[in-house]
């Protein structure tokens, strides 16, 4: 993926082509630099200006070699890791430019840190350590993805990134479907201080299982429900979820005719582990981001774009009833007793959260009536219960905002408008403080660059 074509958005004022006289990737007049008059100085500018870009091997390094991390029990990390060289390459050039509205983030952060005050255990201190270290890989990363320039990572480049990562994501679906009970005893494993790998959060992301395996009281046979490559089947949905849309847009902008059929291929092919999850929460997520893509070619007169979103729904409702996907769901809500529960524990939430409205606890911590900690079972509540009230106002502001920002992308690129509008709406029932986040935000950031160039685009060029 990484040595493919920068997106082309058919335009002569793309902020993609640097070819015309309106781009905001040149700085000099409109003599050109082919000329050996006066160019020195321009030439200079240009070779300053390239010295100074952001470079796009951390992205590359953490998405498409994802599985090399992964088997080394490093890929809770990546973020982190990566962030780093992200972090020094920004210092290093300087001037870094934020988006409006990323105040509202930071506060969100600190409000996170002064909840820490609330724990009561060093487990779950490491617990609030590592979703923070999480929160601040992905804040890096957003800033880091909106201030390369569209010459250096052009759109297609960046979703080429996380399409190669949404097919390791398939693949590691497929691993649990053939070998559910298949897990990798990792390196980071062996090497991490044995009161740190205790954690049972730390424990089941650096000893990586292929699937879970649920036998419930009542069923007939257990349930197996690929995920890897991560920890939970829900993490898996939810992955899967906010990548397809980018997947779909990689196909439109992006790539040959081959590679369009490859995918369109590989992504039939996914729905064979996409429906062995029985994932309720995946399918619905999936069915919504049609739905809205379909209102928005609608409201636009883009027949193509409405029909093409009918023709993949209708498919995938015909698909999963062929394969018995809504049998097999219903079959295991009905001895899980999942609804009621999920129910009961944002209940629960709410009214524990009552008693510690401003700075919440801290972490989850263990439900007074079933086998769950409260503050698991979707962001709205993890953020609710674990940081308080004040922090799940700033945490929705920035994530909506997200959303509201984006909407005046071009369809072409409404996709990038969907995944944070997608995240508004899982975030109750999911949890979105992973790699989750990384890629709302690369798709927040890819958004909302563009539209910061066709800004610059619109503006009158200042002659000397």
């Known amino acids: 993926m990484a040595s493919m074509a920068p997106h082309r958005s058919g335009t002569g004022n793309s902020p993609h082509r640097s070819g015309t006289g ?7 007049t409109g003599t050109g630099t082919g000329t050996g008059t006066g160019t020195g100085p321009l030439r200079s500018g240009a070779a300053n200006r390239t010295a100074r870009e952001l470079p796009v091997w951390p992205l590359r390094a ?14 809770p990390f990546a973020g982190l890791i990566f962030a780093l060289p992200m972090v020094a390459n920004l210092v290093r050039r300087g001037r870094v430019a934020v988006p409006r509205g990323f105040g509202i983030w930071l506060l969100f952060l600190l409000a996170m840190i002064i909840a820490g005050s609330q724990l009561d255990s060093v487990p779950r201190l490491v617990g609030l350590l590592f ?8 804040t890096v990363i957003f800033v880091y993805v909106y201030n390369c320039s569209s010459r250096r990572l052009p759109v297609g480049t960046a979703v080429g990134f996380l399409v190669a990562f949404w097919i390791w994501v398939v693949i590691g679906g497929y691993l649990g479907v053939l070998f559910p009970e298949g897990s990798i005893a990792t390196p980071m494993e062996k090497v991490m201080p044995a009161s740190i790998a205790a954690n049972e959060l730390v424990s089941e992301l650096v000893h990586p299982k292929f699937a879970e395996v649920q036998h419930p009281w009542g069923a007939a046979e257990p349930f197996v429900r690929p995920s890897a490559p991560f920890p939970y089947t829900n993490a898996w949905g939810s992955h899967y979820a906010l990548l397809l849309p980018l997947v779909l847009l990689f196909m439109r902008i992006q ?4 590679q369009g059929v490859l995918l369109g291929l590989l992504a039939t092919a996914s729905l064979i582990p996409a429906f062995a999850t029985l994932n309720r929460g995946m399918l619905l997520a999936v069915a919504f981001a049609l739905a809205y893509a379909a209102l928005r070619y609608a409201a636009k007169g883009h027949f193509k774009g409405l029909v093409a979103m009918v023709a993949a729904g209708v498919v995938g409702v015909t698909v999963a009833y062929l394969t018995g996907v809504a049998d097999g769901i219903t079959s295991r809500t009905s001895v899980s007793g999942s609804n009621d529960d999920r129910v009961g524990i944002y209940l629960e939430a709410f009214e524990r959260t009552l008693e510690s409205p401003i700075l919440g606890y801290g972490a989850p911590r263990p439900s007074a009536t079933i086998g769950v900690s409260v503050g698991t079972q979707g962001q709205f509540w993890n953020v609710m219960f674990s940081y308080g009230f004040p922090a799940l106002l700033l945490f929705t502001l920035f994530l909506a905002g997200l959303a509201w920002r984006t909407r005046k992308l071009p369809l072409e ?24 986040l990384v890629v ?25």
């Open 413 to 436: 690129l409404v996709w990038l408008h969907v995944v944070p509008v997608m995240a508004v709406f899982m975030m109750f029932y999911y949890g979105l403080d992973s790699t989750q």
């Open 131 to 138: 979703r923070l270290a999480a929160y601040a890989s992905a």
């Open 22 to 28: 309106t781009s905001p990737h040149r700085s000099g």
């Open 62 to 75: 953490m998405f498409v070699f994802y599985p090399l991390w992964w088997v080394l029990g490093l890929a």
């Open 440 to 464: 709302i935000f690369m798709a927040a950031a890819l958004g909302l660059r563009h539209l910061r160039d066709l800004r610059r685009q619109d503006q009158p060029e200042v002659r000397a």
């Open 255 to 258: 790539g040959t005719i081959r």
